[in-house]
Protein backbone atom coordinates (compact mmCIF):
# COMPACT_ATOMS: atom_id res chain seq x y z
CA UNK A 1 0.00 0.00 0.00
CA UNK A 2 1.44 3.40 -0.50
CA UNK A 3 4.33 2.19 -1.76
CA UNK A 4 5.44 0.76 1.27
CA UNK A 5 7.08 -2.62 1.14
CA UNK A 6 5.81 -6.09 2.27
CA UNK A 7 5.73 -6.68 6.10
CA UNK A 8 4.64 -10.17 7.94
CA UNK A 9 2.27 -10.29 10.66
CA UNK A 10 1.46 -12.95 12.96
CA UNK A 11 -1.20 -14.55 12.13
CA UNK A 12 -2.59 -14.85 15.74
CA UNK A 13 -2.70 -11.05 15.48
CA UNK A 14 -4.53 -10.82 12.30
CA UNK A 15 -6.85 -12.73 13.64
CA UNK A 16 -7.17 -10.95 17.04
CA UNK A 17 -7.83 -7.36 14.26
CA UNK A 18 -10.53 -9.09 12.26
CA UNK A 19 -12.40 -10.40 15.43
CA UNK A 20 -12.14 -6.65 17.18
CA UNK A 21 -13.96 -5.33 13.89
CA UNK A 22 -16.31 -7.88 13.30
CA UNK A 23 -17.06 -7.95 17.31
CA UNK A 24 -17.35 -3.92 16.75
CA UNK A 25 -19.27 -3.89 13.30
CA UNK A 26 -22.04 -6.31 14.69
CA UNK A 27 -22.45 -4.44 18.04
CA UNK A 28 -22.97 -1.11 15.94
CA UNK A 29 -25.82 -3.56 13.73
CA UNK A 30 -27.65 -5.01 16.89
CA UNK A 31 -27.38 -1.55 18.33
CA UNK A 32 -28.86 -0.03 15.19
CA UNK A 33 -31.69 -2.70 15.10
CA UNK A 34 -32.75 -2.20 18.80
CA UNK A 35 -32.94 1.60 18.24
CA UNK A 36 -35.07 0.95 15.36
CA UNK A 37 -36.84 -1.30 17.70
CA UNK A 38 -36.47 -3.95 14.87
CA UNK A 39 -35.14 -7.03 17.04
CA UNK A 40 -38.55 -8.29 17.32
CA UNK A 41 -39.64 -7.85 13.99
CA UNK A 42 -36.45 -10.44 12.70
CA UNK A 43 -36.81 -12.82 15.72
CA UNK A 44 -36.50 -15.86 13.80
CA UNK A 45 -33.36 -14.82 13.32
CA UNK A 46 -30.51 -13.14 11.64
CA UNK A 47 -28.81 -14.38 7.82
CA UNK A 48 -25.55 -13.20 7.02
CA UNK A 49 -24.79 -12.86 3.20
CA UNK A 50 -21.96 -11.51 1.47
CA UNK A 51 -17.66 -12.98 1.00
CA UNK A 52 -16.94 -11.56 5.19
CA UNK A 53 -19.74 -14.23 6.36
CA UNK A 54 -17.13 -16.98 5.05
CA UNK A 55 -15.27 -15.99 7.73
CA UNK A 56 -14.78 -18.57 10.09
CA UNK A 57 -16.44 -18.61 13.60
CA UNK A 58 -18.98 -15.25 11.97
CA UNK A 59 -21.92 -16.83 13.22
CA UNK A 60 -20.91 -17.63 16.05
CA UNK A 61 -20.10 -14.25 17.07
CA UNK A 62 -22.69 -12.90 15.26
CA UNK A 63 -25.29 -14.79 17.77
CA UNK A 64 -23.17 -13.40 20.70
CA UNK A 65 -23.64 -10.39 19.70
CA UNK A 66 -27.37 -10.28 18.64
CA UNK A 67 -28.54 -12.70 21.16
CA UNK A 68 -30.47 -14.58 17.98
CA UNK A 69 -29.96 -17.55 15.61
CA UNK A 70 -27.76 -16.77 12.55
CA UNK A 71 -27.19 -18.48 9.64
CA UNK A 72 -24.81 -17.81 6.36
CA UNK A 73 -26.92 -17.34 3.44
CA UNK A 74 -25.95 -18.67 -0.23
CA UNK A 75 -27.98 -18.40 -2.93
CA UNK A 76 -30.63 -21.38 -3.85
CA UNK A 77 -29.62 -23.43 -6.47
CA UNK A 78 -33.31 -23.57 -8.40
CA UNK A 79 -32.76 -20.48 -9.95
CA UNK A 80 -30.77 -21.95 -12.10
CA UNK A 81 -26.98 -20.69 -10.62
CA UNK A 82 -24.03 -23.25 -11.75
CA UNK A 83 -22.34 -24.07 -8.35
CA UNK A 84 -19.29 -21.04 -8.84
CA UNK A 85 -21.98 -18.38 -7.97
CA UNK A 86 -23.50 -21.14 -4.95
CA UNK A 87 -21.63 -19.60 -2.63
CA UNK A 88 -22.26 -16.66 0.49
CA UNK A 89 -20.45 -13.89 -1.39
CA UNK A 90 -22.89 -13.98 -4.26
CA UNK A 91 -25.89 -13.80 -2.36
CA UNK A 92 -26.62 -10.10 -2.46
CA UNK A 93 -26.10 -9.79 -6.06
CA UNK A 94 -28.42 -13.14 -7.02
CA UNK A 95 -30.75 -12.03 -4.75
CA UNK A 96 -31.43 -8.64 -6.01
CA UNK A 97 -31.83 -10.22 -9.20
CA UNK A 98 -34.23 -12.52 -8.35
CA UNK A 99 -35.76 -9.85 -6.92
CA UNK A 100 -35.45 -7.61 -9.72
CA UNK A 101 -37.07 -9.99 -12.31
CA UNK A 102 -39.70 -11.46 -10.19
CA UNK A 103 -40.57 -7.40 -9.58
CA UNK A 104 -40.32 -7.24 -13.20
CA UNK A 105 -42.96 -9.67 -13.67
CA UNK A 106 -44.89 -8.19 -11.06
CA UNK A 107 -45.18 -4.93 -12.60
CA UNK A 108 -49.14 -3.80 -14.07
CA UNK A 109 -49.29 -0.38 -15.00
CA UNK A 110 -46.31 2.04 -16.63
CA UNK A 111 -45.95 5.50 -14.98
CA UNK A 112 -43.08 6.87 -15.49
CA UNK A 113 -41.45 5.59 -12.67
CA UNK A 114 -41.82 2.16 -14.02
CA UNK A 115 -40.61 3.10 -17.33
CA UNK A 116 -37.67 3.58 -15.30
CA UNK A 117 -37.74 0.27 -12.84
CA UNK A 118 -38.80 -1.39 -16.27
CA UNK A 119 -35.16 -0.14 -18.17
CA UNK A 120 -33.52 -1.33 -15.09
CA UNK A 121 -34.83 -4.10 -15.07
CA UNK A 122 -34.71 -5.28 -18.64
CA UNK A 123 -30.58 -4.40 -17.90
CA UNK A 124 -30.84 -6.60 -15.16
CA UNK A 125 -32.59 -9.17 -17.33
CA UNK A 126 -29.73 -8.92 -20.02
CA UNK A 127 -26.90 -9.50 -17.65
CA UNK A 128 -29.24 -12.68 -15.73
CA UNK A 129 -29.01 -14.42 -19.13
CA UNK A 130 -25.88 -13.72 -19.87
CA UNK A 131 -24.75 -15.38 -16.32
CA UNK A 132 -26.48 -18.08 -16.99
CA UNK A 133 -25.07 -18.90 -20.54
CA UNK A 134 -21.76 -17.91 -19.02
CA UNK A 135 -21.91 -20.75 -16.19
Not at 49 to 72: D, I
Amino acid sequence: MGGRGEKEVPRKLLAQIIYERMNEILTLVDKDLRKAKLEKVIGAGVVITGGASAVEGLVELAEKAFNMPVRRGVPKQSVGLGESLAMPAYSTGVGLLCYAAKDKRNTKRETGANKIVGSVGNAISRFWNFIKNYI
